[in-house]
C-alpha cells in the first residue's frame, strides 16, 4: 500500500497519507462549483422569466388602452355619419362649428410612438389602426373643403362608413383577440 501512495506524498500531512482528507475536500470544492452553476441558472430563468412577465403585462396594458381609444374614436365617427344628413352644414360652414369639434382622439396612438413595446403589438393591428386614422382624417378633410353637401360630401361620408366597418369588423376582433391571448399568456405565467 505505501509503494502505491509514494507518488502522491505531496499530500501527505505530518509525514503521513491523508487521503480521506484530500478526497473531502475536492467534494466540497465540486459541490460548491456546482451549486454556484444551479443558483447561477435559476438567477437567469428567473430574469428572463420576470422579464418576460413585464413585457407582456406591458403590451397587454398598451393594447388595452388603443383599444378603448379607438373603440371611442368608432363610435364618434358613427355618430358623425349618423348626424351629418340632418346637419351638414355644421361640416361646410366654418362659423357654425369649428373644425376642432370635428377630432378624434389620438392621445394612446400617439403616444405609442413613444413606447418600446410599441412593435410588440400584431402588426396587422397597428396597420389598421394607422388606416383608419389617415383614412377618416381624409375624409373629413375633404367634407371641410366643401361648401355644401354636394356629390363628393356624400361620397367621403359612404368612404368613412365603409371604413368605420372595416375597423369594426376586421381591426377591432383582431386587437379583442390579442388582448385575450395576452392575458391567458400572463395567467399562465401567474399559476
Given at each position: 500500500m505505501r509503494l502505491f501512495l509514494s507518488p502522491f506524498r505531496f499530500l501527505s500531512i505530518s509525514g503521513k497519507p491523508n487521503i480521506e482528507f484530500w478526497f473531502t475536500q475536492c467534494i466540497i470544492l465540486a459541490s460548491t462549483v456546482l451549486g454556484?452553476?444551479?443558483?447561477?441558472?435559476?438567477?437567469?430563468?428567473?430574469?428572463?422569466?420576470?422579464?418576460?412577465?413585464?413585457?407582456?403585462?406591458d403590451v397587454s396594458y398598451l393594447e388595452k388602452s388603443l383599444e378603448a381609444e379607438f373603440v371611442d374614436n368608432i363610435e364618434r365617427v358613427e355618430q358623425w355619419i349618423a348626424?351629418?344628413?340632418?346637419a351638414p352644414m355644421k361640416w361646410h360652414a366654418r362659423e357654425l362649428t369649428p373644425e376642432a369639434t370635428h377630432r378624434l382622439d389620438d392621445m394612446v396612438w400617439s403616444t405609442m410612438r413613444y413606447s418600446?413595446?410599441?412593435f410588440e403589438v400584431h402588426p396587422e393591428i397597428i396597420t389598421g389602426v394607422r388606416r383608419f386614422y389617415?383614412?377618416?382624417e381624409a375624409q373629413m378633410t375633404s367634407l371641410f373643403q366643401q361648401q355644401s353637401a354636394n356629390g363628393y360630401s356624400?361620397?367621403?361620408?359612404?368612404?368613412?362608413?365603409?371604413?368605420?366597418?372595416?375597423?369594426?369588423?376586421?381591426?377591432?376582433?383582431?386587437?379583442?383577440?390579442?388582448?385575450?391571448t395576452l392575458d391567458a399568456e400572463l395567467a399562465e405565467m401567474m399559476d
Open positions: 454556484v452553476y444551479l443558483a447561477s441558472f435559476a438567477g437567469f430563468r428567473i430574469a428572463v422569466d420576470f422579464d418576460r412577465y413585464q413585457s407582456l403585462s348626424e351629418y344628413p340632418e418600446p413595446r410599441t389617415t383614412g377618416i356624400r361620397r367621403a361620408i359612404e368612404n368613412m362608413k365603409q371604413q368605420v366597418a372595416a375597423a369594426r369588423n376586421d381591426i377591432l376582433p383582431k386587437l379583442r383577440g390579442e388582448i385575450e
